[in-house]
Nanobody, 122 residues
Framework: QVQLVESGGGLVQSGGSLRLSCAASGGTFNSMTLAWFRQAPGNEREFVAA???????YYADAVKGRFTISRDNAKNTVFLQMNSLKPEDAANFYC????????????????WGQGTQVIVSS
């Protein structure tokens, strides 16, 4: 079974940057579509970014131009570089993976990490 472990969360000032990492094990990493979602208290889980097996990327409008998703297939790791962070970005960030996803922005990912918390101070 695929296991995903996020890291890199923490406290950052508004306007600052963080890089999240998600290490995958138990599957063929090159065949995975990987995504980041976030959920703040009282909010629905929302799509942030995704990268498919060909390297094509997808972004939510709210983060486009500020966040960058990438993958290192040799290290079985997907990253989320977050720049120009805003207080409204604060949330628990979750890594998700699928071997086949017709709609990368959807919630239909069978594998999820436990999350890493991002706090943005104003």
């Amino acid at each position: 079974q695929v296991q995903l472990v996020e890291s890199g969360g923490g406290l950052v000032q508004s306007g600052g940057s963080l890089r999240l990492s998600c290490a995958a094990s138990g599957g063929t990493f090159n065949s995975m579509t990987l995504a980041w979602f976030r959920q703040a208290p009282g909010n629905e889980r929302e799509f942030v970014a995704a990268i498919d097996r060909s390297g094509f990327t997808y972004y939510a409008d709210a983060v486009k131009g500020r966040f960058t998703i990438s993958r290192d297939n040799a290290k079985n790791t997907v990253f989320l570089q977050m720049n120009s962070l805003k207080p409204e970005d604060a949330a628990n960030f979750y890594c998700a993976a699928s071997f086949y996803t017709t709609r990368p922005q959807g919630l239909e990912y069978p594998f999820w990490g436990q999350g890493t918390q991002v706090i943005v101070s104003s």
